[in-house]
């Protein structure tokens, strides 16, 4: 694994892989909290990296085997948290970087958890049912020992879904007995929560409603661009448009469909249902993927993929606040050109932490055998995000930076803190 070294070290030109991106916002706040370089070098580093050999029959009868990756990265606050992905471009620095993010990200919210990731490296898109649910099982075969509702409790991500996490919890029982908060975003009848489908949009939209309450505005005063219209993005959409706000613009992996007087984001959620992509949807005009950079809208929410907000598209941004629903969307270049045109960036460790959060729920749920109603759920998620937002204007207000950097110290600050309490 390669480490980013201290960033004033001046590697920042030659282009940033997924762990060295993540890992300079987290020196930053390292530096800022003068922490040590051994205590550095213990939070930077993962627990435990696992590579999998997974080898299933597939319909036809021939033989195929992919790599799955889990990687462990931190459990000083609690039992490792993290999602599952199935995609072609799964690789151990992505899976990296995205296990110190949930690091990060459930310091920044209070749960009590450590940070993980996982995924395998394969199309999903050209797996059957039959072959995705062999190789997950085969996945488990090799992972049950390290995984466990006390050890490290997968979830959902790209390429994987309730279902996945069904098949999980099966293939767990059979090697430990039934154990359903081994996972979270499972089947409502098998222990899921309800809430979890909405939960990352909805705390979005709570977390950007924190914002804007404190500028003196209203979710309804704004225009959005919205790239993805996934389960996060389509979520997030129409919980806008309930509170008033216009969604101006769409763009997914298929192109992008604007209205500027709003879209009608329940029949574009449907339509992307039923056709795969915003592509072709007839209520509003077609335009390109990329119009989203540089979208005529107050806010942009990245909701794809990662690394999008590059020093190449972040200078063409003309809205005046950038809401992280996906994953480490904005690069270190791409930050510090946003903040210097005055674009106010809330972080994906916060932004984006409404699933994990209704995640934990889920499992605080299963650990107590008893079921919430889906007002709790979103009550309780709604508390924890202002809570959270008040933390971090106080961590920025003591600090004078942005929020990101404010994010990182808190959270940093407490893995730290937690680790030294275990006398570690
Ligand atoms: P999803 O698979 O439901 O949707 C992904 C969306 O991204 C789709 O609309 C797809 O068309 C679009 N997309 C894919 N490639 C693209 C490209 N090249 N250009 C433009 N759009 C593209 O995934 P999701 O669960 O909504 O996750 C979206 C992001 O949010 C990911 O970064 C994920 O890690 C992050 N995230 C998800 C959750 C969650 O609870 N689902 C929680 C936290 C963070």
């Given at each position: ?159 994987t879904n309730a279902e996945t996490m ?135 929410i990245p909701a794809a993929l990662g ?118």
């Amino acid at each position: 694994m390669k480490v980013w070294r201290n960033p004033s070290g001046g590697r920042k030109d030659e282009g940033m892989n997924p762990t060295e991106a993540t890992n300079y916002f987290f020196y930053k706040a390292a530096e800022i909290l003068n922490l040590d370089s051994r205590t550095i070098k213990q939070l930077v580093t993962p627990f435990r990296e696992i590579k999998v050999e997974c080898t299933i029959t597939c319909d036809d009868g021939h033989i195929e085997t992919f790599t799955g990756y889990r990687v462990q990265h931190d459990q000083s606050r609690g039992p490792m948290k993290g999602g599952i992905r199935y995609h072609h471009q799964v690789d151990p620095d992505e899976v990296n970087a995205l296990a110190s993010l949930m690091t990060w990200k459930t310091a920044v919210v209070n749960l009590p958890y450590g940070g993980a990731k996982g995924g395998i490296h394969c199309d999903p898109t050209r797996l059957s049912t039959g072959e995705k649910q062999r190789l997950t099982r085969v996945f488990v075969q090799r992972l049950h020992d390290v995984i466990g509702p006390h050890l490290d409790i997968p979830a959902p991500d790209m390429g994987t879904n309730a279902e996945t996490m069904g098949w999980i919890v099966d293939e767990y029982a059979k090697f430990h007995g039934w154990a359903p908060g081994v996972v979270t975003g499972k089947p409502i009848e098998l222990g899921g929560s309800l809430g979890r489908e909405s939960a990352t949009g909805r705390g979005l939209l709570y977390a950007t409603e924190c914002l804007f309450e404190d500028l003196g505005h209203r979710i309804s005063d704004f225009r959005y661009a919205i790239q993805g219209f996934g389960n996060v993005g389509s979520w997030a959409g129409r919980l806008i448009e309930e509170a008033g706000g216009k969604v101006t613009l769409a763009t997914d992996v298929t192109g992008g469909v604007a209205r500027a007087d709003g879209l009608d984001t329940r029949a574009l959620t449907a339509w992307v249902r039923q056709h795969g992509g915003v592509r072709g949807f007839p209520g509003g005009d077609a335009t390109p993927g990329d119009a989203f950079y540089s979208a005529d809208v107050d806010v942009l929410i990245p909701a794809a993929l990662g690394g999008v907000l590059t020093k190449e598209t972040a200078g063409e941004v003309r809205a005046r606040f950038v809401i992280e629903g996906a994953n480490h969307p904005t690069d270190p270049e791409a930050d510090e050109i946003l903040a210097r045109n005055g674009v106010t960036v809330l972080p994906d460790i916060y932004a984006n932490a409404g699933g994990v959060t209704v995640s934990y729920f889920e499992w605080v749920q299963n650990l107590q055998s008893y079921a919430w109603d889906e007002e709790r759920v979103n009550g309780e998620l709604r508390r924890r995000m202002r809570a959270t937002y008040a933390d971090l204007r106080a961590a920025r207000a003591a600090r004078g930076c942005d929020w990101r950097t404010a994010a990182f110290v808190l959270a940093v600050s407490r893995v730290h803190q937690a680790t030294r309490l275990r006398g570690v």
